[in-house]
């Protein structure tokens, strides 16, 4: 998604409707800064801002991720073709939480493991050891269900029988399961079976 172009599409149907950056941001409620920067290409408008900010520029929403007024012939390409592009950043997104995951859970075990061997060689048994060593664990805890929490976030689950690619995001019932790696024992909401469903990170089966 080219969000140079996107800006510069947004600058200049909102130049074409004689409106300032700042009576755009006044009909969306939101800040000059933040209208400014859509136009420079730093971020996105808001997904709970973008149907009002194609309403007010007569635009829609395929146009706007586009960053070109679309004819009616090449509408339907353009739409798979924003659609195949929304599939990637969310696998990419996907990708960067689960490696977020493995890089803050290993560091922390490592950073508790180094504590917990330097206390007990250089401290002696103790209430302050104690402390430490109580400390370092609910640390440790605290970056595992962080660390949980971007694993059930990230992605999608698939069943091992029927091969159905689906979307779980109950905390609670996920942590409870059991699980091997990011597979954890579910039903599938397809074919009512229990498996062992394997984290996968785009809903196309064939990536």
């Not at 971020?43 to 960053?67: H, Q, T, W």
């Not at 509408?75 to 592009?85: D, I, Q, V």
């Not at 091997?180 to 469903?197: D, E, I, L, V």
Request: charged content about 30%.
């Amino acid at each position: 998604m080219d969000l140079i172009k996107i800006g510069k599409f947004i600058a200049e149907c909102r130049k074409k409707k004689n409106i300032t950056q700042e009576q755009l941001a006044e009909k969306l409620y939101i800040t000059d800064r933040a209208v400014s920067k859509w136009e420079r290409g730093l971020s996105l408008p808001d997904a709970d801002k973008m149907l009002d900010l194609c309403n007010i520029l007569d635009i829609n929403v395929n146009e706007l991720l586009n960053g070109e007024k679309i004819a009616m012939k090449d509408y339907e390409k353009k739409n798979e073709e924003l659609l195949l592009e929304l599939a990637k950043q969310d696998e990419l997104k996907n990708k960067r939480l689960i490696t977020d995951m493995w890089v803050l859970t290993a560091t922390a075990l490592i950073f508790y493991l180094v504590i917990a061997l330097l206390s007990s060689y250089f401290i002696e048994e103790g209430p302050l050891l104690a402390t430490i060593i109580c400390v370092s664990t609910i640390i440790l805890l605290i970056v595992c269900f962080y660390g949980f929490k971007l694993e059930v976030d990230a992605g999608y689950y698939e069943c091992r029988h029927c091969h159905h690619v689906f979307e779980e995001r109950k905390y609670f019932k996920l942590l409870m399961a059991p699980h091997m790696g990011t597979s954890r024992y579910q039903k599938c909401p397809k074919c009512g079976k229990w498996s062992m469903a394997k984290k996968v990170m785009s809903k196309d089966k064939n990536k």
